[in-house]
């Protein structure tokens, strides 16, 4: 039973380019989270997102981010015309989205570096 | 709302001793409680959480931690560390009820296990 994957664990970028953070939450889980952590600042709620539906973005930058997760396939961050502000590593989380403990589970990781 | 606040950033400490991280919240309704651990360069993993009963939690890898309401704290605890338990830890809370509720994580807490 696979956990949460991320693809890809590395990914550099030139300022200016888009950066594409695919997320696929453990089977049988509906509800996804994006974190961001910054060196020194922990971790910090972008997004939660069910199939087709944002519920929550209140962490989202309101410009150049935007996330998806669609009825078929992985969770999508994207970052456009990235810049140097946006090196961090991103962290993709799951639930089963039913009633419980809320207990999220982690993926890998995504740093991204934007050079 | 509510927060988490982790006092201590990092926590040096000399192998086979015991070690305490504190963690402190605020909530205004009763909370959901757990600490996760980050190894270096990968995802966050659950060693415990409280949900209800019984305020002292074991958790995975000799962890435990206490609920204690009054002092709005849930310190965890390790009576003799290992050069294997140096790590990130983050403490998290959660509203109790069902479906989505908001997890907020606190800073972290960089545990480092002299030899």
């Known amino acids: 039973n696979a956990g949460v994957m991320q693809n890809p664990r590395h990914l550099v970028r030139r300022r200016g380019q888009e950066a594409r953070l695919r997320c696929s939450p453990m089977k049988g889980h509906s509800h996804v989270y994006w974190y961001r952590q910054l060196p020194e600042e922990g971790l910090k709620f972008m997004v939660y997102?069910?199939?087709?539906?944002?519920?929550?973005e209140s962490g989202m930058p309101k410009e150049r981010f935007s996330a998806e997760f669609p009825k078929e396939g992985p969770s999508i961050l994207r970052i456009q015309q990235v810049v140097r502000g946006d090196s961090a590593a991103y962290f993709c989380?799951?639930?089963?989205?039913?009633?419980?403990?809320?207990?999220?589970?982690f993926g890998p990781g995504t740093r991204l570096t934007v050079l | 709302a509510q927060s988490v606040t982790q006092l201590d950033s990092q926590v040096p400490v000399f192998e086979e001793a015991p070690v305490e991280l504190r963690c402190n919240y605020s909530s205004s309704v009763s909370v959901y409680l757990f600490w996760y651990v980050q190894y270096p360069n990968q995802g966050l993993q659950l060693l415990l959480k409280?949900?209800?009963?019984?305020?002292l939690v074991k958790g995975i890898n000799g962890f435990e931690a206490e609920f204690n309401k009054s002092q709005t704290s849930f310190h965890l605890r390790k009576p003799s560390v290992h050069i294997s338990d140096t790590a990130e830890y983050f403490c998290?809370?959660?509203?109790?009820?069902?479906?989505?509720?908001?997890?907020?994580f606190g800073i972290g807490t960089k545990l480092q296990v002299i030899p």
């Open positions: 997102l069910q199939k087709e539906n944002i519920i929550d």
């Open positions: 998290a809370v959660s509203p109790p009820t069902g479906g989505y509720q908001k997890v907020t």
């Open positions: 409280y949900l209800s009963g019984s305020t």
């Open positions: 989380a799951s639930s089963p989205g039913t009633s419980g403990s809320n207990e999220q589970f």
